[in-house]
Structures are given as structure tokens and as C-alpha cells.
């Protein structure tokens, strides 16, 4: 893995290894309440919610060379550290810190099968490798997102960013999605709780394609908020990986709305009949379910001043030792 890349991997049925190599994970320190009284944590994944990403100007039955861009938005749920959990967000505990994941970037299609089964690309030439384009961030929030409503994701709510960066263009950006367009393969958008959108789509039932998929790219890390994230810099790297990616919504509320920049809120619209159409996926945009995980690699670390003082007195001990020692010659 080269240092000073952010990794994201975004999924469904497909597992992440048949999306990219797997790689190893980094410890980082973490600190949720961005220096207050929760001391920082240890951890190496940062888990987002089901949430939702929309995919602008790319469906089912894209042609190779179209070229669209794919919003994400999500709220942050735990952070573990080797598979167990460390910690939970708000999610309902008021006083609780919440953060939320927003992220655009521009992809193209190389590749239709002629049935729905698209593979994604840069939307660079070759010429030009190693550009870079869209964004990423993490904010700190005073509330969670509302995933049906679209809104808090960003700053509209008073979001901070702790964490930013951008899209690489380069050959670890690949993405696939299956589709199935079969004549009434059609499924209800909305099967996550109730239906918010029955006749939200000229007066009727807003449908859907059912499919699943995966995608990766490294994204550059831009900034850091070391009140947040102590032992990371600028040029650190760290994995950002979705597990699925799907349709039709069964864990999350289709989103009303999305931000076209990860900064500007809910100037892109979501779900219904203005921006899927009547059918999510063969109109000119489409509304994924999509739930991730971010995970560090390459840290460049800062030692924490416990982690000096336990150095230092094992240099003292070590040295005390070999004094001892050359004594007894």
C-alpha cells in the first residue's frame, strides 16, 4: 500500500477481496469528542451506517464511455479495534458525538455486458494518471443524518470537518454493479420500514431494479483535525470499504436529497420521479443503498505521551540493566 493514500472500497454481495487486494490495518488513536473528557481510543475501523449514495447520469443500460458522478452520504454507527467493538456514536444518545461521511467523485463506464452488468473506471486518460478529482469528508455533528430526508450530512447542520480529502484517478479505481433489468423484475424502492415514497413518483409507487455491486478508489488525505485524529497527518493512508451496495433499500431510507460537493447541502436531488424517474435505475440517475467501513493503513505515527514515558523507562531499564551487568565482569 503506498503512504499517503485513503483507500475506498465501496460493495454489496461482492466481497472487498474480489474488489482489490486485501491489506493489512493500522492502529490509530481516535478521539471522539475532539479533546474533551472521552479520552481517544484506540482503533482501526471507523463503521458508517446503511446509508446512501446516488449515482448521477449512470444506470442499468449505460453505454461504455458514459461518464456520471457518485454521491455518498452516511452517519458514522462504531469504531472497533481487531473485529471488537470500541465504541458507538449517537444514534439516539442525546450528548453523544456523531459524525457523519460525505463523498462525490466522477467515474465512467468501461465496460456493458449488455444486461445490466456495468464495471466503472477513472474518467481520466491514460495520459493523465495520478489526477485528482471529487471529495471526502469527516464530519463532527451535533445531531446524525437523517437518511430519508438528506439533510445534516455536511455543514448545514453545524458539521466540522476533521478529516478531507479526494479521489485519486488511477489503476486501483475500479467498480462494478449488476442489474437486473428482466421485464417485471421491478421491487418497491422504499422496503426499509415504511414505504415513504408510495406516490412519490407521479402519484404511484416508486420502483426499482434490484442489483448489487462494489467499487475502490484511493482517495488523497488532504486534512486532519488532530483534536479528532492525533496520530494522523496529512499523507496518511487509510481504507474507506463498503460491504454492499444495493437495491432495493432494505436497511436505510432512500434519500431526498444529496450534496453535489461533500460541502453544500441537498442541492442534488434523491429519490422520487424528478430524479430516478418511475423505475430506479434505467432512468438517468440512480439511488443506491450503500453501507461502508473505514479502516487505516500506512499511519505515520505520533507516540503518545504515555507511549514516551513507558519508552524512556525501558531505555533507563535496559540501560541500568547493562550497567549492572559490565559491574559483575
Wanted: some cysteine; aromatic content about 6%; proline content about 7%.
Amino acid at each position: 500500500m503506498r503512504k499517503g493514500v485513503l483507500v475506498l472500497l465501496a460493495g454489496a454481495a461482492l466481497a472487498v477481496a474480489s474488489v482489490a487486494p486485501a491489506w493489512a490495518t493500522d492502529v490509530i488513536i481516535f478521539d471522539p469528542d475532539g479533546g474533551g473528557p472521552i479520552a481517544g481510543q484506540h482503533i482501526d475501523t471507523l463503521d458508517p451506517a446503511p446509508g446512501n449514495a446516488l449515482s448521477i447520469g449512470i444506470n442499468g443500460s449505460s453505454p461504455v464511455g458514459t461518464v456520471g458522478t457518485l454521491l455518498f452520504q452516511a452517519n458514522l454507527g462504531n469504531a472497533t479495534l481487531s473485529g471488537n467493538p470500541a465504541f458507538s456514536f449517537n444514534f439516539g444518545s442525546p450528548g453523544a458525538p456523531a459524525f457523519t461521511v460525505a463523498a462525490t467523485f466522477t467515474e465512467v463506464v468501461t465496460k456493458n455486458d449488455g444486461s445490466g452488468g456495468l464495471t466503472f473506471g477513472p474518467p481520466v486518460p491514460p495520459s493523465a494518471p495520478g489526477s485528482l478529482q471529487g471529495n471526502f469528508v469527516i464530519y463532527a455533528q451535533p445531531t446524525n443524518g437523517s437518511n430519508l430526508a438528506g439533510v445534516c450530512f455536511v455543514q448545514s447542520c453545524g458539521g466540522i470537518p476533521v478529516l478531507t480529502g479526494q479521489a485519486i484517478n488511477n489503476t486501483d479505481f475500479f467498480g462494478t454493479f449488476a442489474a437486473n433489468l428482466a421485464p417485471g423484475a421491478t421491487q418497491t424502492l422504499d422496503q426499509s420500514g415504511a414505504n415513504n415514497y408510495a406516490t412519490a413518483c407521479g402519484g404511484a409507487n416508486c420502483l426499482t431494479v434490484s442489483g448489487n455491486g462494489g467499487f475502490a478508489v484511493d482517495v488523497l488525505v488532504t486534512g486532519v483535525n488532530a483534536a479528532f485524529f492525533p496520530n494522523l497527518v496529512v499523507g496518511t493512508s487509510l481504507v474507506f470499504a463498503t460491504t454492499q451496495q444495493a437495491l432495493p433499500f432494505r436497511q436505510a431510507d432512500p434519500a431526498a436529497c444529496f450534496s453535489s460537493n461533500a460541502v453544500t447541502s441537498c442541492n442534488v436531488a434523491g429519490a422520487g420521479s424528478a430524479a430516478v424517474g418511475l423505475v430506479n435505475g434505467t432512468n438517468q440517475n440512480t439511488l443506491l443503498q450503500s453501507d461502508a467501513s473505514l479502516s487505516f493503513q500506512g499511519i505515520t505515527a505520533i507516540p503518545e505521551p504515555a507511549s514516551l514515558t513507558l519508552l524512556g523507562l525501558g531505555l533507563a531499564g535496559s540501560a541500568a540493566a547493562r550497567r549492572r551487568k559490565n559491574a559483575k565482569k
